[in-house]
C-alpha cells in the first residue's frame, strides 16, 4: 500500500524560488513522493518572482503574498483545505494560525539561534517569531541528528516528536562527467587547476577565511582558480580586487548548470562556519569532485569518512588539506571512490519513504 487514500492530498509549501537549495529540495522531494501520496507543490513568496515561467514547467502552484498582511479570508481562498500541510519552512508555520493543518514542519538547522556572534539579535528574534506555532505542528522532520538534537535542547521539542530525514541527490543531474568537455562548455582553461566552492557570501559561509588559504596557494601553484558559484556581495568584490585576485577568481552569480562546476574542479572546499546538512558537499561527492570540507555540526555526520574534515578557521590547516588533494593523485581517487560510495546512500528515494511514514503516522494519530 502506498497510502495515499490514509494521506489524502497534501500541500508541500516551500518559499524557495528556482536556483535555491530551497527549490532543489522542494521539486526533488515532491517527485519522489508522488509516488507514496497525492502532492502539491505550493511556491509561497513575494508577488514579484512568483512567476509560473520560471519553473520551466514543473508542476507548482504559485501563491504570492506576503504572510504579515495575510488575513483568515484570504488563506482561504490562495490556500485551500488538503488531507495535511508539509511546511518546508518555519517562516509559513504561522499558517497553522488559519487552521492550515494537520502540519509536518521541516526544520533546515538553527544555528541563529545558538551563535551570538555571527547572528545578529534580529535574526533570533525572528526564529523565535516563527517557531511561536510550533506546538500546533504534529510533527518535525530534521534534516540531521545534529539538527534533531538542537530542537531538543534549543527549542525543547519532545524526542518523539522528531523524524530524521536525510536530503538526497539527484543522480541523473550530479554524476561523474568529462573534465575536459565540462570545461569547454564554461570557458574555464584546460590547464586550470580548479577549487570549487558553492553557495552564497553569507558570513557564515566564512567567505574572507577561503580568500587568505587561496591567496597563499596561489604563490605555490600556477594557474590556480577559484570558482564561487551563488550569490555575490558587493564587500567581496572589492576585497578579492584590493588583494589582486580577481584575474584568478571565477564568479559567475548563481548558474543555471552548477552540476558542470563540480565536474570541472579539481577539488570542492566548504568552510562553512555552520551546516545542518550541507547539500553542495553532497552534490560534489555525487559528481566524482574530491571534497574539503569543515567538520563542524553536522558536516561529519553527512559526509562520513568521504571527505576532508578541517577545521574552518585554521587557515594552515586547510591549507595543508587542498595541498595534499592537490599533489596527491592517489588521494584525490581515493575520495572520489568514497564521495560516490556515500552519495550513493542518501537518495531521494529514501527522503520521501521517510515522509510518508511521518504522514501516514500524523493522519492516523488526529
Not at 490514509?6 to 522542494?26: L, Q, Y
Not at 508539509?86 to 497553522?96: F, I
Not at 553557495?199 to 596561489?218: A, C, H, P, W, Y
Not at 580586487?241 to 571565477?250: E, F, H, S, T, V
Request: with cysteine; glycine share 8%; aromatic share 8%.
Amino acid at each position: 500500500m502506498d497510502g495515499r487514500e490514509d494521506i489524502g492530498k497534501v500541500a508541500f509549501i516551500s518559499p524557495g524560488p528556482p536556483g535555491t537549495s530551497g527549490a532543489v529540495v522542494a521539486t526533488e522531494l515532491c517527485a519522489a513522493l508522488s509516488e507514496h501520496c497525492e502532492i502539491e507543490h505550493l511556491f509561497v513568496n513575494r508577488k514579484n518572482i512568483c512567476e509560473e515561467s520560471r519553473w520551466e514547467g514543473y508542476p507548482v502552484r504559485n501563491i504570492p503574498f506576503t504572510l504579515g498582511q495575510l488575513r483568515w479570508w484570504q488563506a482561504n481562498r490562495k490556500i485551500g483545505r488538503y488531507g495535511l500541510y508539509h511546511y518546508n519552512d518555519k517562516r509559513y508555520l504561522p499558517l497553522v494560525r488559519y487552521g492550515r493543518k494537520p502540519a509536518v514542519l521541516t526544520v533546515h538547522g538553527l544555528a541563529p539561534l545558538r551563535d551570538t556572534e555571527t547572528y545578529p539579535e534580529s535574526s533570533r528574534r525572528r526564529y523565535r517569531k516563527y517557531f511561536r506555532y510550533l506546538d500546533e505542528v504534529s510533527a518535525v522532520i530534521a534534516n540531521s541528528k545534529h539538527t534533531a538534537g538542537d530542537l531538543v535542547e534549543t527549542l525543547g521539542v519532545p524526542a518523539e516528536k522528531i523524524e530524521v530525514v536525510y536530503f538526497g541527490v539527484n543522480p541523473d543531474a550530479y554524476k561523474p562527467r568529462d573534465r575536459k568537455k565540462a570545461r569547454e562548455e564554461l570557458g574555464i582553461p584546460g590547464e586550470a587547476i580548479v577549487i570549487l566552492n558553492v553557495g552564497s557570501e553569507r558570513k557564515d559561509k566564512n567567505i574572507e577565511t577561503m580568500l587568505d588559504v587561496f591567496q597563499r596557494l596561489s604563490k605555490e601553484f600556477d594557474n590556480l582558480h577559484l570558482a564561487r558559484i551563488g550569490d555575490r556581495e558587493e564587500r567581496y568584490t572589492r576585497l578579492m580586487k584590493d588583494a589582486g585576485l580577481a584575474g584568478r577568481i571565477i564568479r559567475p552569480g548563481r548558474s543555471a548548470r552548477p552540476s558542470l562546476y563540480y565536474n570541472a574542479a579539481d577539488v570542492y572546499l566548504c568552510l562553512d562556519l555552520h551546516a545542518s546538512f550541507g547539500m553542495p558537499n553532497l552534490e560534489a561527492m555525487a559528481s566524482g569532485c574530491p571534497v574539503v570540507t569543515s567538520k563542524v555540526e553536522a558536516i561529519p555526520e553527512i559526509a562520513g569518512d568521504a571527505c576532508m574534515l578541517v577545521d574552518p578557521r585554521n587557515t594552515e590547516e586547510i591549507a595543508g588539506a587542498l595541498r595534499r588533494v592537490l599533489r596527491d593523485s592517489s588521494k584525490r581517487d581515493d575520495l572520489r571512490r568514497r564521495g560516490l560510495r556515500r552519495a550513493s546512500d542518501l537518495t531521494w528515494q529514501k527522503a520521501a519513504a521517510l515522509s510518508a511514514r511521518v504522514y501516514e503516522k500524523v493522519i492516523r494519530g488526529r
